[in-house]
Antibody
Framework: EVQLVESGGGLVQPGGSLRLSCAAS????????MHWVRQATGKGLEWVSA???????YYPGSVKGRFTISRENAKNSLYLQMNSLRAGDTAVYYC????????????????WGQGTMVTVSS | QSVLTQPPSVSEAPRQRVTISCSGS????????VNWYQQLPGKAPKLLIY???LLPSGVSDRFSGSKSGTSASLAISGLQSEDEADYYC????????????FGGGTKLTVL
């Protein structure tokens, strides 16, 4: 079964750090671009980062310089290192598989994990 | 403010047809594929339409997508109560070193 399972969410103080993980199974992980998408409670979807099969990375301005996406193909795993966290980063974080191989190809996210909750609060 | 513009809500009666619009610009919809997602309450999003008008395996053919210039549309025919959900459009945007942009989402109510 094709599956993505996120972990690593939790409560963290403003200015703190957290590392999210996404375990992939049921497909050739190295052949797909991967993404993180977040959703604050009651709000819409917000793209957070992407990594292509060649290791190319992309970020929106809201997280650039604070978040780092990485992948470990040997472990079928995707990561998101989040530093200097703010209250506005509070959200459910989803990892998603992109169809295109490269994020800039306009990948559609065809597989999503169940999400992991990140709460930034003192 | 989302880069792609969707109506916040639409409503229609069962068995009718509804369309959801998604407006962008030349740096996103005008130059890249549009994808649509359905999010049922409390669930992760699900891919509904990809590359403007393609239907993923297992998605009902009551759903269809189209694009013209810098706008795209999602149409749902033969509305059913189970279609009540939030719908999001998304596309790659070539500006600012490249990014994925989403619409703000449209809440569909089946009356």
């Amino acid at each position: 079964e094709v599956q993505l399972v996120e972990s690593g969410g939790g409560l963290v103080q403003p200015g703190g750090s957290l590392r999210l993980s996404c375990a992939a199974s049921g497909f050739t992980f190295s052949s797909y671009d991967m993404h993180w998408v977040r959703q604050a409670t009651g709000k819409g979807l917000e793209w957070v980062s992407a990594i292509g099969t060649a290791g190319d990375t992309y970020y929106p301005g809201s997280v650039k310089g604070r978040f780092t996406i990485s992948r470990e193909n040997a472990k079928n795993s995707l990561y998101l290192q989040m530093n200097s966290l703010r209250a506005g980063d509070t959200a459910v974080y989803y990892c998603a598989r992109g169809l295109g191989g490269s994020p800039s190809s306009g990948s559609a996210f065809d597989i999503w994990g169940q999400g992991t909750m990140v709460t930034v609060s003192s | 403010q989302s880069v792609l513009t969707q109506p916040p809500s639409v409503s229609e009666a069962p068995r009718q047809r509804v369309t959801i619009s998604c407006s962008g610009s030349s740096s996103n919809i005008g130059n890249n594929a549009v994808n649509w997602y359905q999010q049922l309450p409390g669930k992760a999003p699900k891919l509904l339409i990809y590359y403007d008008d393609l239907l993923p395996s297992g998605v009902s053919d009551r759903f269809s997508g189209s694009k013209s210039g810098t706008s795209a549309s999602l149409a749902i025919s033969g509305l059913q109560s189970e279609d009540e959900a939030d719908y999001y459009c998304a596309a790659w945007d070539d500006s600012l070193n490249g990014r994925v942009v989403f619409g703000g989402g449209t809440k569909l109510t089946v009356l």
